[in-house]
T-cell receptor
Framework: GAVVSQHPSWVICKSGTSVKIECRSLDFQATTMFWYRQFPKQSLMLMATSNEGSKATYEQGVEKDKFLINHASLTLSTLTVTSAHPEDSSFYIC????????????FGQGTRLTVV | LAKTTQPISMDSYEGQEVNITCSHNNIATNDYITWYQQFPSQGPRFIIQGYKTKVTNEVASLFIPADRKSSTLSLPRVSLSDTAVYYCLVGDANTNAGKSTFGDGTTLTVKP
């Protein structure tokens, strides 16, 4: 099946710095990708929809200036957590669907962000 | 997107068949039903998807009654490695392009 890859798998950063997380569709083109956040023992929560060549759409309560999303190509979306704080520590997951062949979404392996 | 309701947790023993039922009373005509499995610190992994009746693949079966207001994921002869959280999702594959609303999921614990 289709593969979605995230990088890095984990990252530790200091409070106040910015961190970029990449999401790539390895064998298909994705005009739309999705970013989720998951806190321990909780379900995935959709943060934003990343649209290739246009602005991302953010869910209610998600700060667009804090979570910058760029979808510059059909295979890459990036999420930048700006001025990270300890409360931003979480598991971030992206997903995408191969519109040409599949009806299910494929998820990346996730990125564990720890802000110290 | 239709809301789903699943049991919070289930326990089973190795070798048993496990059935996890999901309620989705407000499912729309164009909605598919998809199940994902998630291990700790990993992204969700696709298990199976269906629209109606029964779907079977190499790892699971999905039973969907005629009214489609519920669905049951069946895992045959589970092993310890099947311990995970299982999510049931419903959504229109054509318009959502993979956008998913996750419920609380079912934590399955398989015991030796």
């Amino acid at each position: 099946g289709a593969v979605v890859s995230q990088h890095p798998s984990w990252v530790i950063c200091k409070s106040g710095t910015s961190v970029k997380i990449e999401c790539r569709s390895l064998d298909f083109q994705a005009t739309t990708m999705f970013w989720y956040r998951q806190f321990p023992k909780q379900s995935l929560m959709l943060m934003a929809t990343s649209n290739e060549g246009s602005k991302a759409t953010y869910e209610q309560g998600v700060e667009k200036d804090k979570f910058l999303i760029n979808h510059a190509s059909l295979t890459l979306s990036t999420l930048t957590v700006t001025s990270a704080h300890p409360e931003d520590s979480s598991f971030y997951i992206c997903s995408a669907r191969d519109l040409g062949t599949n009806t299910e979404a494929f998820f990346g392996q996730g990125t564990r962000l720890t802000v110290v | 997107l239709a809301k789903t309701t699943q049991p919070i947790s289930m326990d089973s023993y190795e070798g048993q068949e496990v059935n996890i039922t999901c309620s989705h009373n407000n499912i729309a005509t164009n909605d598919y039903i998809t199940w994902y499995q998630q291990f700790p610190s990993q992204g969700p992994r696709f298990i199976i998807q269906g629209y109606k009746t029964k779907v079977t693949n190499e790892v699971a079966s999905l039973f969907i009654p005629a009214d489609r207001k519920s669905s049951t994921l069946s895992l045959p002869r589970v092993s310890l490695s099947d311990t995970a959280v299982y999510y049931c999702l419903v959504g229109d594959a054509n318009t959502n392009a993979g956008k998913s609303t996750f419920g609380d999921g079912t934590t399955l614990t398989v015991k030796p």
